[in-house]
């Protein structure tokens, strides 16, 4: 079974700049969170999908980022523009059950490494 | 708001030590508890879980948990490691409200480092 597959895995961008990041979760599986992990700390959780309705965004900061499952597939989060505080790296997981029934077993991509200079 | 707090940022242990990481979280009501592992170079995966019963829990390569709910607790052992634990390890909780779950709520994690 192919697991989560993330994009770019790396990208070095100065403030302001925008970037985006593409997610694939494991086929059939109806939920998608994209979390935020910044050096030495543990991810945070910045947008849930369930298909491709949003279940939970309340962590985003909708200012400058932005992200969206149009097919109820795969996904994209923008940032626009970036900060020097948005480095990190933005890791994409996806489940099996739906957003009401969560059992934590989340499947990991390995994510993509943010650099703003 | 709930929160984990991991209390060991970086353990070094020489193989066949045993291992105990702590966790405990903040929240008075009914919890369920988690431990992923991520291995240099890898991705984030789930190494046991407890939602109910046996507060003792068995997980992948030989690791286990206890739930001690009076202490808030939910730490990880291993009687004896690996140099192949070398992760970094992450408590993570989400609060059971009955018909629907909370959303995962991660520790900052611990590294393990095992010098063979």
């Known amino acids: 079974e192919a697991g989560v597959a993330q994009s770019p895995r790396y990208k070095i961008i100065e403030k302001r700049q925008s970037v985006a990041f593409w997610c694939n979760p494991i086929?059939?599986?109806?939920?998608l969170y994209w979390y935020q992990q910044i050096l030495g700390q543990g991810p945070k959780l910045l947008i849930q999908f369930q298909n491709n309705g949003v279940v939970d965004d309340s962590q985003l900061p909708k200012d400058r980022f932005s992200a969206e499952r149009l097919k109820g597939v795969d996904s994209t989060l923008k940032i626009q523009p970036a900060k020097l505080e948005d480095s990190a790296v933005y890791l994409c997981a996806s489940s099996s059950l739906g957003g009401a029934e969560i059992t934590g077993e989340l499947f990991f991509g390995e994510g993509s490494r943010l650099t703003v200079l | 708001a709930q929160s984990v707090s991991q209390h060991n940022h970086h353990v070094i242990l020489s193989e066949a030590a045993s291992l105990e990481l702590g966790c405990n979280y903040s929240?008075?009501?009914?919890?369920?508890l988690f431990w992923y592992v991520q291995y240099p170079g890898q991705h984030l995966q789930l190494l046991l879980k407890?939602?109910?019963?046996?507060?003792l829990v068995k997980g992948i390569k030989g690791f286990e948990a206890e739930f001690i709910k009076s202490k808030f607790s939910f730490n990880l052992r291993k009687p004896s490691v690996q140099w192949s634990d070398t992760a970094e390890y992450f408590c993570?909780?989400?609060?059971?409200?009955?018909?629907?779950?909370?959303?995962?709520?991660f520790g900052k994690g611990t590294k393990l480092s095992v010098k063979p």
């Open positions: 929240y008075g009501g009914t919890v369920n």
């Open positions: 407890y939602f109910s019963g046996d507060p």
């Open positions: 086929s059939g599986h109806a939920t």
């Open positions: 993570a909780v989400n609060v059971n409200y009955g018909g629907s779950q909370g959303n995962l709520i």
